[in-house]
Nanobody
Framework: QVQLVQSGGGLVQAGGSLRLSCAAS????????FGWFRQAPGKEREFVAT????????DYADSVKGRFTISRDNGKNRVFLQTNSLKPEDTAVYYC?????????????????WGQGTQVTVSS
């Protein structure tokens, strides 16, 4: 099992940026693919971004392509989500998650370990 602790998030104006961080402890960090998901009020949780265990491959939801960047530091057991050009519709609780597979996946059920969530609020 891997334990995930998130940091970052907050309130930002439209067009601004935030960097979300996810620190992992427990089993070997570099065997996990990581993902970021988000859940807005009254909506289902949705996929945002994923990065493979090696860090070589990434995938993004169409709604964030070109604005968000997922990365990982396997030496420091951390995963990051850089969010730029934020829009009010990006407002949500963001979750970091880990899947014990090597390739990227957008499938929520593949992720068995989840962070506590962090609020991102974008004002217009």
């Amino acid at each position: 099992q891997v334990q995930l602790v998130q940091s970052g998030g907050g309130l930002v104006q439209a067009g601004g940026s935030l960097r979300l961080s996810c620190a992992a402890s427990g089993r070997a960090f570099n065997i996990y693919t990581f993902g970021w998901f988000r859940q807005a009020p009254g909506k289902e949780r949705e996929f945002v971004a994923t990065i493979s265990a090696s860090g070589s491959n990434t995938d993004y939801a169409d709604s964030v392509k070109g604005r968000f960047t997922i990365s990982r530091d396997n030496g420091k057991n951390r995963v990051f989500l850089q969010t730029n050009s934020l829009k009010p519709e990006d407002t949500a609780v963001y979750y970091c998650a880990a899947a014990m597979i090597s390739r990227t996946t957008t499938t929520m059920n593949a992720y068995k370990n989840w962070g506590q969530g962090t609020q991102v609020t974008v004002s217009s």
